[in-house]
């Protein structure tokens, strides 16, 4: 379908551009959106008639969103999760969490303006832009952990799983052994050693 576009839209084009797009994106999403007019020559004339408003309205808008951008730049919110010893969460972090956390720190922004790709599940801090108008996009750091001393932690730039990870390497890789039996003892394996070969040739 051809569409003529109201604002601009991320990899199609600016205000004015008469653009191709699939059915089903121009009718779920950019026509009920307001993004675009069906191209035709009578949605042609009333853009042209009104060019000179849409333009000056999204210029108007842009600078508001550049406004709200300054609060938002270097800002980071933390978001303390129950996670398993790997770090992964029991559930997810979605974009009414990160919505709650930036409306709860003071900031005007909706769920249409949280670019998430998919729901974040492990701890960690993450980048997640915030596009407050098709021209005006801000990164906010999300640090998700499972307690304010981690989240403290990873603001520094630790690595909390990769940490954990070398303390258990620290304490047990040197004496693991994959054949040796659940719960078996360093020692134990090794006594188990010396006289268990005939054994399980019979097995």
């Given at each position: 379908?051809?569409?003529?576009?109201?604002?601009?839209?991320?990899?199609?084009?600016?205000?004015?551009?008469?653009?191709?797009?699939?059915?089903?994106?121009?009718?779920?999403?950019?026509?009920?959106?307001?993004?675009?007019?069906?191209?035709?020559?009578?949605?042609?004339?009333?853009?042209?008639?009104?060019?000179?408003?849409?333009?000056?309205?999204?210029?108007?808008?842009?600078?508001?969103?550049?406004?709200?951008?300054?609060?938002?730049?270097?800002?980071?919110?933390?978001?303390?999760?129950?996670a398993s010893n790997t770090g992964q969460l029991y559930g997810s972090v979605a974009v009414r969490d990160l919505v709650d956390a930036l409306v709860a720190d003071g900031h005007k922004v909706n769920?249409?303006?949280?670019?998430?790709?998919?729901?974040?599940?492990?701890?960690?801090?993450?980048?997640?832009?915030?596009?407050?108008?098709?021209?005006?996009?801000?990164?906010?750091?999300?640090?998700?952990?499972?307690?304010?001393?981690?989240?403290?932690?990873?603001?520094?730039?630790?690595?909390?799983?990769?940490?954990?990870?070398?303390?258990?390497?620290?304490?047990?890789?040197?004496?693991?052994?994959?054949?040796?039996?659940?719960?078996?003892?360093?020692?134990?394996?090794?006594?188990?050693?010396?006289?268990?070969?005939?054994?399980?040739?019979?097995?």
């Amino acid at each position: 379908m051809e569409v003529i576009l109201l604002e601009r839209v991320e990899k199609l084009g600016a205000i004015g551009d008469v653009v191709t797009v699939k059915d089903g994106f121009a009718r779920n999403f950019l026509l009920p959106n307001k993004k675009a007019l069906r191209s035709n020559a009578a949605n042609r004339k009333v853009f042209e008639a009104n060019r000179e408003r849409i333009v000056s309205e999204n210029a108007n808008r842009r600078g508001e969103a550049e406004q709200e951008a300054k609060t938002l730049e270097g800002v980071s919110v933390t978001l303390i999760r129950q996670a398993s010893n790997t770090g992964q969460l029991y559930g997810s972090v979605a974009v009414r969490d990160l919505v709650d956390a930036l409306v709860a720190d003071g900031h005007k922004v909706n769920k249409s303006q949280i670019v998430l790709n998919k729901p974040i599940k492990a701890i960690g801090v993450y980048d997640v832009n915030v596009a407050l108008h098709p021209e005006v996009s801000v990164p906010v750091k999300v640090n998700v952990a499972r307690s304010p001393e981690e989240a403290e932690m990873q603001s520094q730039g630790v690595d909390v799983m990769a940490t954990m990870f070398e303390k258990d390497e620290a304490g047990f890789v040197e004496d693991y052994d994959p054949n040796a039996e659940p719960g078996a003892t360093a020692e134990a394996r090794d006594d188990a050693g010396e006289g268990t070969s005939a054994e399980g040739d019979d097995a």
